[in-house]
C-alpha cells in the first residue's frame, strides 16, 4: 500500500482533452472576448447572448479540434505546446494588436535571437507564468488512465463529432448575428486561439513546400547594361539603393510632419538634387512580404498569387553585367541577395559605430569601400548597384536605434514593453530612430558626392508602424486591414549632378511627380531605368523616371 494515494483517480484522455478545450476556449482566449465585448454593436443581453454563444461554439469546435490532433501518445507535449502559444499570442494581441495569420507566423518562423529578446518584457513573462507555466505543471502532473487504442479511438472521434454537431448547430441559430459581426470586424476572424496559429502555421507550411519544389524562373534573360567605360573600373556610375526598415511616412519630416525628423535631407532637397516622394504604399506591412516584392517583377497582386519562384531585380541587374552588392544589417534579405555577393554588417568591429557588438546602420558605410573593391573589375566598369538593408527604426527597442549623441527628442521609452510607456516617449525613440535614418542617408550621400563618377542614392521603406494608434502597435497587421500608418512609407532619391547630365535628366520633372501615388510596385522598373538597363520586363508606365529625359 503507497504511502500517499492518488488524489483522484486517473484521467479518461478525452475528459482531459475537454478540461483543456475549457482553458482555450475562456481563458486562452481573453483578448477575443474582450475584444468583442468592447465592439460598439455589443451592448445590452442581446450582447451576453452572443457572447455565451460564441463561447460555446470555440469550446465545441476546440474539443472537435483537439479529439482530430491529439492522441495519448503526444498528449502531455501538444497540451503544453498549446497553453505555450495561446498565452504567447494571447499577450501580443492584447498588447500590441497585432492578429496571427500566416504572414505573421513567417514573421515569428524568421525572427532571430536578438528580435526575440527585444521582444523579452516582465509582463510577458508574467502571461507566460500564468498562462503557460503553471496551468503546463498541472496538465503534466494528472494521472491518465489507459484505454484499448480502438475504443479509444472510437470515444475520442465521438467527442468530436459532437463537438462539430454543437457548433453547427449553435450557429445555425444565429447565423446572422455572427456572419455580420465576422464581416464587419474581419481582424476578430485571425483571434481566436488556437485556430489561428495552427491555420497559419499550416499555410506557411504548405505554401513553403510547394514554393520550394518549384524550379526558378530566370528573368530578362534578355537584359542589356552600359557599355564599360574605358580602363577605370571606378569611372563607371554607383547607385546606392537604402531599404529602409519600419519607417512611416507620418513622421518623416520631409513629408510635412510636424517635428523636424529629416533636416539633413531637407538641405540636401533645398539643393535641388533630392526628391522626396509623398504618397508612396508599400507591398506588405512586414519585412518578409515587402523586401521580396519591391525587387519583384510582379507587384504587389501578382506577388501576392505567385505560385511560382522568380528572380529578381538583382539577378537582372547581374546578369546585364554590373557588379552588385548587398550589406545587410538586419535579420537577412529575405532570399533576395542568395546569388549576389551579400555581406552581413550587424557583429563588425567598429566601436564608434558598434556599441555592445550590434552595429547602428553606418557600419555598412564604413564597410562599403572594402566590399566594394572585392566586386569583379570588368564588372564594376559597366557600373555598380548596392543595396543597403538598414535596422533603421526596428520595434519595439526604438531606443536602440539612435547613438546617445543623436537623441534629440526627450524622454525616450526604454521598456519593451511598449503599453507601459506614454505615447509621447514611444514617439520620442521612435522619432529619434528617424533622424538618424536622416544622418545615415545623409551621410551616404555625402560620401557619394566625394566620389569621381555619376552617383545616385534611392531610399524606400519597407512597412509602416504603428505607434498605439487605435491601439495598435508595431506592425503586421493582414494588408486589407491594416491602417495607413503601417502601408505609407518614405521614398526619396537623389542624384549627382554628373548623374543628371549624362542622362538628360530634368530635376523639374521628377519634383512635378513627387506628390502623386506611387508604391512599392514602381521599385523595380525605375531601379533597371537608373542602372540603364534595357530589357523587355522593364514597364516604362511603372517607371517614375520615364518622360523625364530631356531629349540630347
Ligand atoms: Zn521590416
Known amino acids: 500500500m503507497p504511502l500517499t494515494a492518488p488524489l483522484r483517480a486517473p484521467w479518461h484522455p478525452t475528459a482531459l482533452l475537454l478540461v483543456l478545450a475549457l482553458w482555450l476556449a475562456t481563458l486562452g482566449n481573453f483578448p477575443l472576448w474582450t475584444a468583442l465585448w468592447r465592439l460598439p ?7 451576453v447572448a452572443t457572447l455565451g454563444l460564441l463561447v460555446l461554439v470555440v469550446l465545441a469546435a476546440t474539443l472537435l479540434l483537439l479529439s482530430l490532433l491529439v492522441w495519448p501518445r503526444w498528449l502531455k507535449p501538444a497540451g503544453l505546446l498549446l497553453l505555450t502559444i495561446t498565452a504567447s499570442s494571447s499577450y501580443f494581441m492584447a498588447s500590441y494588436g497585432i492578429v496571427i495569420d500566416p504572414t505573421m507566423a513567417t514573421n515569428v518562423v524568421q525572427t532571430d535571437m536578438g528580435e526575440a529578446l527585444d521582444l523579452l518584457s516582465w509582463p510577458l513573462l508574467v502571461t507566460l507564468t500564468l498562462g503557460a507555466a503553471l496551468p503546463g505543471i498541472w496538465w503534466w502532473r494528472q494521472p491518465v488512465r489507459a484505454v484499448g487504442a480502438v475504443r479509444l479511438a472510437g470515444q475520442q472521434l465521438g467527442a468530436g463529432l459532437l463537438g462539430l454537431l454543437v457548433a453547427v448547430a449553435l450557429l445555425w441559430t444565429s447565423f446572422q448575428d455572427v456572419a455580420s459581426l465576422m464581416r464587419n470586424h474581419k481582424q476578430l476572424r485571425y483571434m481566436v486561439n488556437p485556430f489561428n496559429t495552427v491555420y497559419a502555421v499550416g499555410r506557411v507550411a504548405v505554401g513553403r513546400t510547394t514554393q520550394a519544389q518549384k524550379p526558378l524562373r530566370p528573368l530578362g534573360e534578355d537584359a542589356r547594361g552600359p557599355a564599360a567605360t574605358g580602363t577605370d573600373p571606378d569611372g563607371a556610375p554607383l547607385i546606392v539603393l537604402v531599404v529602409g526598415e519600419t519607417a512611416r511616412a507620418a513622421n518623416f519630416g520631409l513629408g510635412g510632419y510636424g517635428r523636424d525628423t529629416t533636416p539633413r535631407l531637407q538641405a540636401l532637397q533645398g539643393q535641388g538634387d533630392l526628391v522626396y516622394f509623398s504618397n508612396v504604399s508599400s507591398c506588405g506591412t512586414n519585412t518578409q512580404t515587402s523586401v521580396p516584392c519591391m525587387f519583384s517583377h510582379l507587384g504587389r497582386d501578382g506577388y501576392a498569387d505567385a505560385s511560382e519562384r522568380h528572380e529578381n531585380l538583382l539577378d537582372v541587374l547581374q546578369r546585364a553585367g554590373l557588379a552588385v ?12 541577395c542568395e546569388r549576389v555577393p551579400n555581406v552581413d554588417t550587424r557583429a563588425l568591429d567598429f566601436p564608434d559605430v558598434c556599441p555592445d557588438g550590434q552595429c547602428l546602420d553606418e557600419a555598412m558605410l564604413r564597410q562599403l569601400p572594402q566590399e566594394l573593391s572585392k566586386l569583379p573589375a570588368e564588372r564594376r566598369a559597366r557600373g555598380t548597384v548596392v543595396v543597403m538593408h538598414q535596422m533603421g527604426s526596428h520595434g519595439p527597442a526604438y531606443y536602440k536605434r539612435s547613438p546617445q549623441a543623436l537623441k ?12 507601459e510607456c506614454p505615447v509621447e516617449h514611444i514617439q520620442n525613440a521612435y522619432d529619434n530612430s528617424l533622424r538618424y535614418t536622416d544622418h545615415f542617408l545623409a551621410e551616404t550621400v555625402q560620401w557619394l558626392q566625394a566620389q569621381k563618377r555619376p552617383t545616385a542614392l534611392l531610399y524606400l521603406s519597407d512597412h509602416g508602424e504603428s505607434l498605439g494608434e487605435k ?3 508595431l506592425h503586421g497587421m493582414p494588408y486589407r486591414m491594416a491602417p495607413k500608418e503601417q502601408t505609407q512609407v518614405p521614398m526619396l532619391a537623389w542624384i549627382s549632378k554628373p548623374l543628371q547630365q549624362d542622362r538628360h535628366w530634368d530635376m523639374a520633372c521628377l519634383r512635378a511627380k513627387a506628390g502623386q501615388p506611387w508604391s512599392h510596385d514602381n521599385l523595380f522598373h525605375t531601379l533597371l531605368d537608373v542602372a540603364s538597363i534595357h530589357t523587355q520586363v522593364h514597364v516604362p508606365a511603372l517607371d517614375i523616371l520615364s518622360d523625364c529625359a530631356r531629349p540630347a
Open 408 to 419: 534629440r527628442f526627450l524622454p525616450e521609452c526604454t521598456s519593451h514593453a511598449l503599453q
Open 471 to 473: 491601439g495598435l502597435y
Open 325 to 336: 552588392l548587398w550589406l545587410d544589417n538586419q535579420s537577412g534579405c529575405k532570399g533576395v
Open 41 to 47: 454593436e455589443m451592448h445590452g443581453p442581446q450582447a
